[in-house]
């Protein structure tokens, strides 16, 4: 008994020695017994705490550094934003912003020759709108091929008007390029159209070869621009009429007023004017019943509204005596059409309510004076400066 009491006390001796050497002490009563733990491949010690400490709390000397703990609004996401749904049977809808946009071809050419000015820069022009200066945005020199229609009157009471359209309709057609579109039309009491636009010179001249005999001696000059202006204006480009005849107008079913109004509204378009029968009206105007007569009077009126039409629009007017005048008239209506200068501003008055804006194009020197142009021997040359008069402005629904 005495033997078996101190074999289990001598057990329970060597059993504390060898934990005691092992660096373990027994738990006391009560106390969860560990986890069993294992050294890790780095060799530290079961036990050692790697981890960081808690946010905003003292950690072990050894161990990571604490971050300071983030206010609650800083840890808290924002709420999502409330999405916006269309109503059932609405489509996405997007708000475009309209920024107007004016594109002005200017034409510079020499009084005298009628031959246009190169090599001119952005800052030789200044372009004004209602007497503000605008801020040119976009300037270049393009030369491009022709879009355009020849609106001829074939309708007289004498022959001398018939021939001098003819001689000044072919003097046009013998100046075109292959690369041109061009279309035929006349008007008398009604408009024909003859041949729609084409490339083909055969055309043309085909066209034209029909004109011999008129069968009316009614000009309805407005109504036939008014027509050539919106059958133009679903033409993309800019476009150029042609317009070849007297300036008189009989039965018109649109008035000087309207016809005015829609050169004014349709953009993209330049009308050069060649008025006929010269020859006729100076002898009848010579000979002593033609002054100061009716006729006098109506030819007068139909000069300024063909020239008028040219200006409004940045084309010119002219007015020839005889039929060799026409190719050098042709030589710089083409020279003036092929050859421009095109600035592009954003109006500062930025209205869209359909007014119309008139356009003043001035050329400067680099000290902004009047630009001086010479001739190689430094003798002053006047010069045109060929611009449209205004636009009409945009409106809402546009």
């Given at each position: ?28 009563k ?30 072990g ?16 996401a ?33 009084d ?11 800052g ?7 007497g ?5 945005t976009?300037f ?20 001398a008007?018939?021939y ?40 043309i ?5 029909t ?52 050169i ?18 100076e ?7 033609g ?108």
């Open positions: 008994m005495k033997s078996s009491l101190t074999c289990r006390k001598l057990f329970a001796f060597t059993l504390m020695a060898g934990l005691m050497v092992a660096g373990l002490t027994p738990l006391a009560g106390q969860d017994s560990p986890q069993q733990s294992t050294p890790n491949q780095s060799g530290q010690k079961p036990g050692d705490d790697q981890s960081a400490p808690e946010a905003g709390g003292p950690g000397d050894s161990g990571a550094i604490a971050l300071p703990k983030k206010a609650p609004a800083e840890t808290e924002p709420p999502p934003a409330p999405k916006v749904v269309n109503p059932a049977g609405m489509g996405d809808y997007s708000i475009k912003v309209n920024v107007p946009l004016v594109n002005v071809d200017v034409a510079v050419m020499l005298k020759t009628k031959q246009f000015v190169p090599s001119l820069h952005q030789n022009f200044r372009i004004f709108e209602d503000v200066e605008q801020k040119v976009g270049q020199q393009v030369k491009q091929p022709i879009t355009a229609i020849m609106l001829l009157e074939f309708a007289s009471t004498s022959s008007f018939v001098d359209m003819r001689s000044a309709a072919y003097a046009f057609a013998q100046q075109l390029r292959p690369e041109d579109y061009i279309a035929v039309a006349t008007y008398d009491l009604h408009t024909h159209i003859l041949t729609d636009f084409t490339q083909d010179k055969r055309r001249y085909e066209s034209l070869s004109l011999t005999i008129p069968m009316f001696s009614d000009r309805n000059m407005f109504d036939a621009l008014y027509e050539m202006l919106d059958r133009v204006s679903n033409v993309e480009g800019r476009k150029y009429i042609i317009l070849i005849g007297s300036g008189r107008d009989t039965f018109s079913k649109v008035n000087l007023d309207k016809i005015l109004k829609k004014k509204t349709t953009p993209d378009v330049t009308i050069f004017t060649i008025s006929t029968g010269n020859v006729l009206r002898m009848v105007t010579a000979s002593s019943m002054r100061g007569s009716s006729h006098e009077i109506d030819y007068a009126q139909a000069d300024n509204e063909m020239r008028t039409f040219a200006s409004m629009t940045g084309g010119q007017w002219y007015a020839p005596m005889f039929q060799g005048q026409l190719p050098e008239i042709f030589h710089a209506i083409n020279d003036s059409i092929r050859n421009a200068y095109v600035l592009s501003y954003h109006p500062s008055n930025a209205k869209l309510d359909g007014s119309y804006r008139k356009i003043k194009v001035e050329l400067v020197d680099q000290d902004g004076k009047p630009l001086r142009i010479e001739d190689p021997k430094h003798k002053p040359l006047k010069y045109d400066i060929v611009a449209r008069q205004g636009y009409s402005a945009k409106t809402q629904v546009q």
